[in-house]
């Protein structure tokens, strides 16, 4: 998959964004097993939260007690959980 950088305009000012990527092309290049809904733990913040959406080849994690998303690099720092709370892949240290 080739990306794209495309200007935008935000607020008056200029800047570069990537062509948004589907949550399948971000398991397949990243390799993570990332879905809507799933469970992560976020281990630098060691918070939990739940995958919403993608944007820019990131996750969309809403952690637990917040009122908004932010974006997460999918491999960094975050194990992703299955149904059970039981962590099925890692990533980072």
Do not use: N
Request: proline share 3%; hydrophobic share 40%; charged share 25%.
């Amino acid at each position: 998959m080739q990306v794209q950088i495309l200007p935008a305009v935000f607020w008056g000012y200029w800047f570069a964004t990537e062509v948004s990527m589907s949550m399948e092309s971000i398991r397949k290049a990243r390799g993570v097993p990332a879905k809507r809904g799933m469970r992560v733990h976020y281990k630098y913040g060691k918070r939990f939260g739940v995958i919403r959406s993608t944007w820019a080849g990131y996750l969309r994690i809403l952690l637990d007690g917040d009122k908004y998303a932010g974006c997460y690099h999918p491999t960094w720092q975050l194990d992703y959980l299955d149904d059970d709370g039981q962590v099925i892949h890692s990533t980072g240290d």
